[in-house]
């Protein structure tokens, strides 16, 4: 809820952000209900959602592979599949060489980010083409 103060004082429009469970399963809830709270607080659209257990997770799901949010060292395995070391480099390419469409019916939390994304994002656009800075 923080962030969406901060992003309302500073007059942005939208906070969009991703957090992985680390293995804590009240971390999702806990996330959800925030962002629920947040956007009855503040006119901000939130884009968020949580992977399970880790971020890298999404990133086996963004190359393919079934049951990735089934890993609790999901970094382990996406460096084992060759896609090298899991920095942000490697996967911002991940994200902008996956097929949004191929995402594997079981990354449950990653298919509920996207919708998250495809419900909010077009309403900023919308409702703010030609204000940025």
């Known amino acids: 809820m ?11 429009v939208a906070v969009v952000f991703s957090r992985d ?6 971390r999702a809830k806990d996330i959800e209900k925030g962002v629920e709270r947040a956007q009855d607080a503040y006119p901000v659209r939130v884009v968020g959602g949580v992977a399970h257990h880790e971020i890298e997770a999404w990133m086996l799901a963004l190359r393919g592979q079934l049951k990735s949010e089934d890993h ?47 419900r909010e994002l077009p309403g900023v656009v919308r409702d703010h083409a030609g204000r940025a800075p």
């Open 2 to 12: 923080a962030a969406t103060l901060d992003a309302w004082e500073a007059d942005c």
């Open 21 to 26: 469970t680390d293995g804590d399963p009240d």
């Open 72 to 118: 609790t060292d999901a970094k382990r395995v996406l460096e084992e599949a060759g896609a090298g070391r899991a920095d942000t480099a490697v996967m911002v390419a991940i994200v902008e060489n996956a097929d949004l469409e191929a995402i594997p019916a079981d990354a449950h939390t990653l298919r509920a980010w996207l919708e998250s994304a495809r």
